[in-house]
């Protein structure tokens, strides 16, 4: 059964503390891993696709890498601003057009 | 000014009633998705649609019902049948690239549906 799971759960940080949010998934082939940024009450920001083993992206403090088993957002010196949850999801191949997303991280950074 | 919007932000709903929640996109994307989200689990899907007039059952349709007369236009009812239906729902689209819908997906403002 294709899974997506993320951990931690909730991550605290200080401003400036930089960490790596783990986003671990099993499918039967993976077709694209996608990663999002939610504020609470709102609806996911789209941040990063990656489609295959090596991959990486980045946006201003955000770096996202993808391996066969697992991705990671990297954070690096995050700001009070960048607290919000992390979703992760994954398009399997078979799926057809469903996505699977994980439950999330909720980040926490304090000034 | 391009995007999805959902309506209304905030619903309330009686036992024994059913409402309709509303999602418009101008993104001129094919498919559109409607989605659950409830504290502590991942987005949960309920239906979605690759094209007009054509849906698909998600992974918990039971008591829920959608339309797809026009491609602007996704509209999701919650029916009396829906025995807990308190949760943040969340509406998305989806274009199509060159390679195949590899894409990602899009989201809404969302609505929070709570029952009386």
């Known amino acids: 059964e294709d899974q997506v799971t993320q951990s931690p759960e909730a991550l605290r940080l200080q401003e400036g503390e930089s960490s790596s949010l783990n986003c671990s998934y099993t499918?039967?082939?993976?077709?694209?891993l996608f990663w999002y940024r939610q504020d609470p009450g709102k609806g996911p920001e789209f941040l990063f696709t990656?489609?295959?083993a090596g991959e990486e992206k980045e946006k201003e403090r955000l770096k996202a890498t993808l391996t066969k088993k697992e991705s990671f957002l990297h954070i690096t010196a995050p700001k009070p601003e960048d607290s919000a949850t992390y979703l992760c999801?994954?398009?399997?191949?078979?799926?057809?057009?469903?996505?699977?997303f994980g439950a999330g991280t909720r980040l926490f950074v304090k000034a | 000014d391009g995007g999805i919007t959902q309506s209304p932000k905030y619903l309330f709903r009686k036992e024994g009633q059913n409402v309709t929640l509303s999602c418009e996109q101008n993104l001129n994307h094919d498919a559109m998705y409607w989605y659950r989200q409830d504290p502590g689990q991942g987005l949960r899907l309920i239906y979605y649609s690759q094209i007009v007039n054509d849906f698909q059952k998600g992974d918990i349709a039971e008591g829920y019902s959608v339309s797809r007369e026009k491609k602007e236009s996704f509209p999701l009812t919650v029916t009396s049948a829906q025995k807990n239906p308190t949760a943040f729902y969340l509406c998305?689209?989806?274009?199509?690239?060159?390679?195949?819908?590899?894409?990602?997906?899009?989201f809404g403002p969302g609505t929070r549906l709570t029952v009386l």
């Open positions: 990656l489609y295959s």
């Open positions: 499918v039967s082939g993976l077709r694209g």
């Open positions: 998305a689209t989806k274009g199509t690239s060159a390679i195949g819908s590899y894409n990602e997906q899009f």
């Open positions: 999801a994954v398009q399997a191949q078979g799926g057809g057009f469903k996505t699977i």
